[in-house]
């Protein structure tokens, strides 16, 4: 499976950005998208993801911020990104594979990854 994504640059505090992330390939082999992130210093932590049947997961530093969401019809998933604050600043990676189902929960586990792309917000 191979991710391109797309979005993301340099915003002012309060303002918006959409990244976006196409998957091609052997789609059959995933059944999930999703972001993560990486600030500068930092691990790596998940921001939003979504299975294909339509169930999200969101960090809660995002929860009323930013929205996931996934296209059928070209295997795009995009995420809107509301009301940025400095801290959102990130590279963020997309991320695709078979979700790990755990009891009442599903956790994103895939392996592939798409390229960073960076996201800065100024104050």
């Known amino acids: 499976v191979q991710l391109q994504a797309s979005g993301g640059g340099l915003v002012q505090a309060g303002g918006s950005l959409r990244l976006s992330c196409a998957a091609s390939g052997s789609i059959f082999s995933i059944n999930y998208m999703g972001w993560y992130r990486q600030p500068p210093g930092k691990q790596r932590e998940l921001v939003a993801a979504i299975t294909f049947g339509g169930s999200t997961k969101y960090a809660d530093s995002v929860k009323g911020r930013f929205t996931i969401s996934r296209d059928n019809a070209d295997n795009t998933v995009n995420l809107r990104m509301n009301t940025l604050r400095p801290e959102d600043t990130a590279v963020y990676y997309c991320?695709?594979?078979?979700?790990?189902?755990?009891?009442?929960?599903?956790?994103?586990?895939?392996?592939?990854w798409g390229q960073g792309t960076l996201v800065t917000v100024s104050s």
């Open positions: 991320n695709a594979g078979k979700f790990t189902a755990v009891p009442g929960t599903w956790l994103p586990t895939g392996d592939y």
